[in-house]
């Protein structure tokens, strides 16, 4: 009875030597997939060139406001005067103009990370198939990250950012 457990047991470890011999792993920064692809820089700058655009514009609608608040003060209007109420509607104005932008660009961003997130994957996933690996992990400074050591040799992230410039 010794002698087949022995038997079973080193069986056991050949056909599971076998099957880890085959198990291939990679790792890919995200982040630096999502930082370093022209497409991702391409798409930041747009986003920053929007958020510049949006900003000139609050500043001059917010410097009128100012003006205009200045010259009520100094004219001393009533409370409740055409002037200041004219004043405080341009004021929930501006404050749904900063809102209104502030979201878009939020939605911008989420929509175009999406999309290189998406474009990623699918070059991971072919990526994956060609060189037969088994699993590939996540890895990054992002907390929740899977990885939390890998071999450089692991790290498929140069390849990723190369194919998806080349797409």
């Known amino acids: ?43 930041r700058k747009e986003l920053e060139d929007l958020k510049a655009t949006k900003k000139k514009s609050l500043d001059s609608k917010k410097n009128d406001l100012l003006a205009m608040e200045k010259k009520l003060k100094a004219k001393k209007v009533e409370k409740d005067s055409k002037e200041l109420a004219d004043y405080r509607a341009q ?8 809102k209104d932008a502030e ?3 939020k939605r911008k961003y989420l929509r175009s990370t999406k999309a290189l997130l ?29 990885v939390l050591f890998s071999n450089d040799k692991m790290d498929i992230s140069a390849e990723i950012v190369k194919r998806m410039n080349a797409s």
Do not use: H, W
């Open 91 to 98: 004021a929930r104005d501006f404050a749904r103009l900063a």
């Open 1 to 43: 009875m010794k002698t087949f457990s022995k038997l079973f047991l080193i069986a056991l470890l050949c056909i599971s030597a076998s099957a880890y011999a085959d198990f291939r792993v990679a790792t890919v920064d995200m982040d630096r997939v999502l930082n370093e692809t022209k497409e991702a820089q391409s798409k």
């Open 118 to 146: 998406d474009k990623a994957r699918g070059i991971i996933e072919k990526y994956a198939q060609e060189q037969k690996l088994t699993l590939v992990l996540e890895e990054g400074t992002t907390p929740g990250n899977a």
């Open 103 to 105: 979201e878009e660009l």
